[in-house]
């Protein structure tokens, strides 16, 4: 069951526009796109449970973090919106637009199927971050050498980092990690949901990326029938960090089609 309304950070007027992070991501990943939206757009940017400023759910169920987007949008008095999800935010947007389809006029899913898929690699993140006693830690960078046996690439680890705050004179996870541990099989996973979205959607994934299969584009197709799925040129999952004014330019073009 959803717990309250999630951390919103709004800016800019126009047309609503509304932002899902993915796994060990926040609002604030989506700081630069925003900025550019809000030129002439409302933007909603969320912190979806378990992540930023939002409360700390013990599940974390597609439907429940769906219908905690809805209530947010309800209670910021937010019309029905663009919204554009990435991986784990992804399967979010996905589920609100199957599942409460007035709040949603389009739909922009980043790198991410409505479909299973294996670890990825997460659990074992998971894992370093939960061996490192970052209360004991002077600093980030003394985080981030500690980290680097278990997770050598350095951009990586200095995102999963934006999850250490300062707290007490040291240094402590903002993200509950074994509640998110706890959670990976259904993070991985998808609902099984009735219906289709029949409003504009693009699944937009990177280049290099494997999050969309071609084995996948059926079920989409299924799911979304004007799903439109296309690849970013020279962009892996990370697909809006990596060619943030390539993506910005699709959004654009998104937004303005008929």
Known sequence: MSEGVLHTRIQGSGPPIVILHGLFGSGTNWNRIARDL?????????????????????????????????????????????????????????????????????????????????DHGHGRLLRALQRIEPQRLGSRTAASDALAEDIPEAGLRQFLLTNLEARDGGFAWRIPLEALEANLPVIAGFPELSGC????????????????????????????????????????????????????ERVRVFLQAA
């Open 38 to 118: 809000a030129a002439d757009h409302q933007v909603v940017v969320m912190d979806l449970p378990n992540h930023g400023q939002s409360p700390h759910w013990a599940t974390m169920d597609y439907p429940d973090m769906a219908r905690a987007v809805a209530e947010t949008q309800d209670h910021y008095g937010i019309p029905p919106a663009t919204v554009i999800g990435h991986s784990m935010g992804g399967k979010v947007a996905m589920t609100l637009a199957l599942g409460h389809p007035d709040d949603v006029q389009r739909l922009l899913i980043g790198d991410i199927a409505p479909i299973a898929y294996g």
């Open 197 to 248: 979205y029949r409003g504009p959607t693009l699944f937009l994934h990177g280049e290099h990326s494997e999050y969309v299969p071609e084995s996948a584009h059926g079920t989409i197709q299924a799911l979304f029938p004007k799903a439109v799925i296309e690849a970013l040129p020279g962009a892996g999952h990370w697909l809006h960090a990596e060619q943030p004014q390539a993506f910005l």
